[in-house]
């Protein structure tokens, strides 16, 4: 018989995905006490990640009023797109200012990792020898996702393992050494993932100066915003490079606050030097989109839009924004009270301090892997934690385990 060509015999395994393998892991413990720390979803003190009541009525409104299904556009619902940068952005009266809006393109991605790779196609277009710069460390997904677009990424120093903070001298000497004009800036926006350290106002102040200084465009990924200390306090670092630099790419995320996840609702927006700039970005938005997907989906995007332009739903989702929020900063003070022994005193006041739904601990791998296999607590091996997935009745027992590998 003639040999007959198999193509997939040629494929090389892959090893699993670190998060997923670490959930499977937590799943498959008998142990009723376990702890999942792992995976990067907010979740209340029985464990679930419900849906939001904001949310729920938002789909009730959609079910009685859609009368199509038909394609939305290739840069998503206008409605979106703009309420979105209202509520980034949005001045006195929760407006964007029109002149910024019209300088400003902007789509609908597949959730913020869909941002993210919308946001790098266009990057390449426009300066393919640009090298994308990264925090140390950073979320794990933003190199693979950012360099398959073709761009050469490189780190920068970000989070001091012992103090437990932004070393932010170290960052601004390296990028003022390293990094040449044209190049992008990947930074959070805000609640750091993984670390949950911060910019202060004052340094996010200084980093768009410098930004302006060193012609370096800022790259902000806002996937956490209203997680962390609330919308206004979220949302400075990014107005703060909107209003210095003539040039930012924004990637937001509907997952978190919306708590959307597998609806995959995302914005990405170019802000350029001028309208006409714009509108040639918006072009490119709109091919880039068309290649790799080429119509985004509609469903959680007009969801958001609905709340977003409801006044009664709005209050219902930023009450219940603010219920999550200051449950995680109660979680964060209980742990912290927990860990505030001797030997134990510098993590307990990172963990009060630091913002959002993660924080790395200085925790070897060895010792990470102790607290799954002897504790069943289950976090990454680089000692990150997702806070939501603790509640008041483990915080202490956590708390006991960490300082016990330590």
């Avoid at 924004?250 to 030097?273: D, H, P, T």
């Avoid at 839009?305 to 200051?326: Q, Y």
């Amino acid at each position: 018989m003639e040999h007959i060509f198999i193509m997939f015999e040629y494929l090389v395994p892959r090893a699993p995905d670190a998060i997923i393998a670490l959930m499977q892991q937590a799943k498959a413990d008998p142990n009723p006490d376990k702890i999942d720390l792992g995976v990067g979803v907010y979740k209340d003190d029985s464990g679930e990640t419900t849906i939001m009541k904001a949310v729920k009525l938002a789909e009730k409104q959609l079910w009685e009023s859609e009368t199509t299904k038909s394609y939305v556009g290739i840069r998503g619902y206008e409605g979106f797109r703009h309420g979105m940068l209202d509520m980034m952005l949005g001045g006195e009266d929760g407006k964007i200012d029109s002149a910024l809006l019209n300088r400003t393109a902007s789509s609908q991605a597949a959730g913020g990792s869909g941002a993210l790779r919308l946001g790098a196609e266009i990057i390449k277009s426009a300066a393919p020898d640009a090298t994308v710069w990264v925090s140390t460390p950073t979320w794990a997904n933003h190199i693979p996702l950012i360099s398959s677009a073709g761009l050469k990424m490189e780190k920068y120093p970000y989070y001091n393992r012992e103090t437990l903070g932004v070393d932010f001298d170290d960052m601004i000497a390296h990028l003022e050494k390293k990094a040449k004009p044209g190049d992008v800036v990947v930074l959070h926006g805000c609640c750091h993932n993984p670390t949950g350290a911060d910019l202060s106002p004052a340094q996010w102040d200084r980093v768009a100066d410098f930004m302006l200084e060193k012609q370096l465009t800022p790259f902000v990924d806002l996937a956490y915003f209203g997680l962390g200390r609330g919308m206004a306090e979220d949302t400075y670092g990014l107005r703060k490079v909107v209003e210095i630099c003539p040039e930012v790419v924004i990637a937001a995320s509907c997952s978190k606050n919306f708590a959307m996840y597998k609806e995959r609702v995302g914005l990405v927006a170019i802000v350029c030097q001028d309208d006409k700039t714009a509108e040639i970005a918006r072009t490119q938005l709109g091919a880039t989109q068309r290649k790799i997907i080429s119509m985004p989906p509609d469903h959680g995007a007009r969801l958001v839009s609905n709340i977003l332009g409801d006044a009664k739903l709005r209050k219902i989702w930023v009450d219940e924004l603010t219920d999550m929020r200051e449950r995680m900063r109660d979680l964060r003070r209980q742990l912290s009270e927990a860990l505030n022994v001797q030997g134990g005193e510098t993590i307990a006041a990172a963990v009060k301090d630091q913002n959002g739904m993660f924080s790395t601990l200085p925790l070897s791998v060895a010792q990470a892997q102790k607290l799954r296999s002897d504790y069943s607590i289950y976090m990454t091996d680089s000692g990150r934690i997702n806070i939501a997935g603790a509640n008041s009745e483990n915080i202490p027992r956590l708390a006991d385990a960490i300082l016990a590998v330590l």
